[in-house]
């Protein structure tokens, strides 16, 4: 089992170190953003996706040994956690503290990978709204009505705006 329990401490300690990548790249895509370097944020996005891909298989290997832990313990494989094992190593202080250690870095790191994508999610979503209106405003027909009246109440012929651009519609 200790074998086992070190192939785990050695595997998070990688996804810890993949989610750290992210979240640089994250704040990374912010700058960009902000920047509107639509070459650059397409970059980006695919080495995020490379990261990313990379942390699943991580988290496969890392599924398989939960199983065979599981196996080992005659534990329930999904009710299983890392808050579990680390009750479950009483006599395996160092590996304990190891876990609770990059348990909480996970942690964190992932909620600071969340609010990060969150921002670039507003970000993208303001400059696409600026993208919208500025659209709206190049293809939208500017109309008003004359309401004027000539001599003895007659209304004067109703004039209609052309577009705001000088452009054939």
Known sequence: MPGLIYDLIDILEKESEYYSELLTKSKEKTRIIIE???????????????????VMRLEKQRECIISDICLVLNANKKNFTITKLIEKLDNSENEQKRLIEIKREIIHK????KKSNEKNKLLVAQALGLVNFTLNAINSKREWVNNDYK?????????RGNSFFDAKQ
Not at 36 to 41: A, L, P
Not at 110 to 113: A, G, K, R, S, Y
Not at 151 to 159: H, P, S, V
């Open 36 to 54: 509107n370097d639509v070459d650059k944020i397409s970059e980006v996005t695919n080495e995020e996706q490379m990261m990313a891909s990379k």
């Open 110 to 113: 992932v909620n600071d990978l």
């Open 151 to 159: 001599y003895g109440g007659k209304l004067i012929d109703n004039e």
